[in-house]
């Protein structure tokens, strides 16, 4: 009787018992630099396809401002200047969302006799605080340089108008323009350097998983020492490619 788990080299009837083939372990290098030039197209092509989309997309500039939030002084001011700009902190951050409304829009746009809405006038515009500072920097985007910078400066000189008619009293809150902007001379998108790398690099990317797909599908034996290990036989001989030469017209 055969022990359990224990399989003998020759069955009954004198046939040799083979172990189930064992597949070799990929190299990736191997696979890589095999089909190296097919990963490079595929990059390049890429890029390339970045490279146009970039140049048919509508350049877009952005124009910013500085404003400066502070306080009047009056007669019953406090000595306690720590005490003050942390006020005048937490009074900026809730100046950046006054920015961005539709009163600021609407008188700006009447100001500059645009033929817009304001919601369509505040998706090209943004305001921030400039972090632990009384600063707030506003910022408007559009495909005319010149525009933008008009257009950002109209919308500070409006808010600081629109703080002064809120806050009248002695020790009222002020927004100062501190830094006016300036005609932007290169557009903020696209960024044509940066898509094409981006692009190139996911090219090779998607080369590479290409790469071992094929070599996955291919079920070519590439060496002597891949077939030993697929099928489990040793490898005695190989027999050499060879051309044969084509006969000469008129010989015999």
Known sequence: MKEPGVYPD??????IHQEPPVFSQVDPIQVIWRRLWAILVIGLVFAGMAAGFSLMQTP????SVKLLI???QGSDATNDLGNEVQGLQLVTS??????ATRPVAEKAIQELNLSTSAETFLENFSSEQVEDTQFIEISYQDPDPEKAQLVVNTVG????????EVSPSTNAITATVWERAVVPDSPISPNPVRNVVLAFVLGLMVGIGLAFLLDYLDDDWGSPEEVEKISGVPTFSTIPTFKVPKSK???T
Do not use: N
């Open 10 to 15: 020759h069955t009954l009837s004198g046939e």
């Open 60 to 63: 877009t500039y952005e124009a």
């Open 70 to 72: 502070g306080q009047k």
């Open 94 to 99: 809730t100046m950046v969302q006054a920015v």
């Open 157 to 164: 000189d409006v808010f600081s108008d629109k703080v002064s």
């Open 249 to 251: 017209k008129g010989g």
